[in-house]
């Protein structure tokens, strides 16, 4: 653990929402890990009692998607150090003790998810539920796993790369489904989602600029998400640096509290997820779980 390499690295959050008290305690104990880090919480108006040491800036509210914008066009005007590490109140460093400095060699990094852009001599296509795994041993297959953005790390020239090759350009396809009654609009791949966007649709020409991303077993050892059996059977999570997942939210700092939005009922219905809570458990956590669902009623 390196005190030297946290001085390079801004933790910061990025809320359009009013209540932004979760993402300044994800924001504190993250920087408590992490000493000499600079910490900032960009949202439309500080919590009373935002922490000392985590600076502010005040931003419109914004949706989910603008957020991605944000995230893509805007967040190197926010952030001075040479790296960002996103966090979330659904994400946050879990054991600094796991930081790597290998990790600053990377201009992103991210905890592997479901979804995958397979590229074969039939085409390029998307395997999801981390089935894309069965694909990497195939020589003539180029799989590049999405890397998770919610708890992620950016170099700057990262942040700043689409501005500064502004023939990357950000395409969104028509939507593979529309219906329903309301009618919604649905992509298989979630193109609409800046992580699918930067380490997936557009990794090819990021990297053709000298953008480089983390490997599959870095990038694992990094965070996690949601585990897979395909990718996660034997892996042990006590050696995790961070998570973020949005059925895990952070809702106290003393007591040290995570609520997980599955019941207790369902958890083993969510490949691995017992062994994750138990990881943090394990790192002095008290677990809350969201009610159970009511008895059906016929």
């Given at each position: 653990m390196s005190g030297e390499a946290f001085r390079q690295i801004t933790l910061v959050s990025v809320t359009g929402l009013p209540d932004a008290r979760g993402a300044a305690?994800?924001?504190?104990?993250?920087?408590?890990?992490?000493?000499?880090?600079?910490?900032?919480?960009?949202?439309?108006?500080?919590?009373?009692?935002?922490a000392p040491g985590i600076g502010h800036v005040a931003i419109a509210p914004m949706n989910y998607h603008e957020y991605g914008w944000f995230m893509m066009f805007a967040l190197w005007r926010v952030v001075q150090t040479d790296f960002a590490l996103v966090v979330q109140d659904d994400g946050w460093v879990?054991?600094?003790?796991?930081?790597?400095?290998?990790?600053?060699?990377?201009?992103?990094?991210?905890?592997?998810?479901?979804?995958?852009?397979?590229?074969?001599?039939?085409?390029?296509?998307?395997?999801?539920?981390?089935?894309?795994?069965?694909?990497?041993?195939?020589?003539?297959?180029?799989?590049?796993?999405?890397?998770?953005?919610?708890?992620?790390?950016?170099?700057?020239?990262?942040?700043?790369?689409?501005?500064?090759?502004?023939?990357?350009?950000?395409?969104?396809?028509?939507?593979?489904?529309?219906?329903?009654?309301?009618?919604?609009?649905?992509?298989?791949?979630?193109?609409?989602?800046?992580?699918?966007?930067?380490?997936?649709?557009?990794?090819?020409t990021l990297e053709a600029v000298g953008m480089r991303f983390a490997p599959l077993e870095l990038a694992r050892s990094f965070a996690i998400e949601h585990a897979g059996p395909q990718l996660h059977h034997g892996y042990d999570a006590m050696q995790l640096f961070g998570h973020h997942a949005k059925v895990r939210q952070l809702v106290s700092l003393a007591p040290l509290t995570l609520r997980s939005l599955i019941p207790l009922s369902q958890l083993d219905s969510w490949y691995g997820e017992r062994e994750i809570l138990q990881m943090f458990e394990r790192n002095g956590y008290l677990i809350e779980f969201a009610p159970e669902p009511p008895p059906h009623q016929a």
């Open positions: 305690m994800a924001l504190q104990l993250s920087q408590s890990q992490m000493p000499g880090t600079c910490a900032l919480l960009c949202s439309p108006q500080a919590p009373d009692d935002l879990v054991n600094a003790a796991n930081w790597s400095d290998e990790f600053l060699g990377c201009d992103y990094i991210g905890a592997p998810i479901h979804l995958a852009k397979i590229d074969s001599p039939q085409g390029t296509f998307w395997r999801n539920s981390f089935d894309w795994a069965q694909e990497l041993h195939k020589t003539d297959h180029i799989v590049t796993p999405i890397q998770n953005g919610g708890f992620s790390l950016r170099s700057r020239r990262f942040m700043k790369a689409l501005v500064n090759h502004p023939h990357i350009r950000v395409e969104i396809p028509p939507p593979d489904v529309v219906e329903g009654d309301p009618l919604r609009m649905h992509w298989q791949h979630n193109a609409l989602l800046e992580d699918v966007q930067l380490s997936g649709v557009l990794r090819p």
